[in-house]
T-cell receptor, first 110, second 113 residues
Framework: ELKVEQNPLFLSMQEGKNYTIYCNYS?????LYWYRQDPGKSLESLFV?????AVKQEGRLMASLDTKARLSTLHITAAVHDLSATYFC??????????FGTGTRLKVLA | EAQVTQNPRYLITVTGKKLTVTCSQN?????MSWYRQDPGLGLRQIYY???????DKGDVPEGYKVSRKEKRNFPLILESPSPNQTSLYFC????????????FGPGTRLTVT
């Protein structure tokens, strides 16, 4: 069964702290996507990682991909309240189907 | 403005009453897809379409139908809705070809009583 697992599922962190969200997947996929969803809103694309070793950064967020370990990380640096949201990773393993993780709900406390 | 639109945004209906949720995109994307989002389960793909008249099942297609008669439209049809189809539905689209980056519609919250 194709699975995408994220951990943690819930994360409460203080402003200014660093943390990492992990995304493990069970099938071969040479691309991985990270999305952000604010409460009651749609999904917004954050990063598209297209190859092993890919690293992308936008502001306080940095995403990386290790296709051999089937692992992607989303690192948060010096968190701020505006980063509070739910973050999803998804893989596209070549079958034209997307498989999403269950999401990580992040709450940044002032 | 490039966008994916869905209608209606909110719908409360009764068991067995056929309904259609429309999805339209103005980006000339070949690939379109429907998802449902349920608490604790993330997003699960219902159906997808690679182009006009080409559709295929996702992971949770039971109880749903789709059609793709025009490139810009991809309606989701529930012929006999049941309470377990109460969910938040998203339509998405992308170009066929790398990076297959999807753009999502605003969502449709469906309640079946």
């Amino acid at each position: 069964e194709l699975k995408v697992e994220q951990n943690p599922l819930f994360l409460s962190m203080q402003e200014g702290k660093n943390y990492t969200i992990y995304c493990n997947y069970s099938t071969t996929s040479d691309r991985l996507y990270w999305y952000r969803q604010d409460p009651g809103k749609s999904l917004e694309s954050l990063f598209v990682l297209l190859s092993n070793g890919a690293v992308k950064q936008e502001g306080r967020l940095m995403a990386s991909l290790d296709t051999k370990a089937r692992l992607s990380t989303l690192h948060i640096t010096a968190a701020v309240h505006d980063l509070s949201a739910t973050y999803f990773c998804a893989v596209f393993p070549g079958t034209y189907k997307y498989i999403f993780g269950t999401g990580t709900r992040l709450k940044v406390l002032a | 403005e490039a966008q994916v639109t869905q209608n209606p945004r909110y719908l409360i209906t009764v068991t067995g009453k056929k309904l259609t949720v429309t999805c339209s995109q103005n980006m000339n994307h070949e690939y379109m897809s429907w998802y449902r989002q349920d608490p604790g389960l993330g997003l699960r793909q219902i159906y997808y379409s690679m182009n006009v008249e080409v559709t295929d099942k996702g992971d949770v297609p039971e109880g749903y139908k789709v059609s793709r008669k025009e490139k810009r439209n991809f309606p989701l049809i529930l012929e006999s809705p049941s309470p377990n189809q109460t969910s938040l539905y998203f339509c998405a689209s992308s170009f066929v070809g790398s990076p297959y980056e999807q753009y999502f519609g605003p969502g449709t919250r469906l309640t079946v009583t």
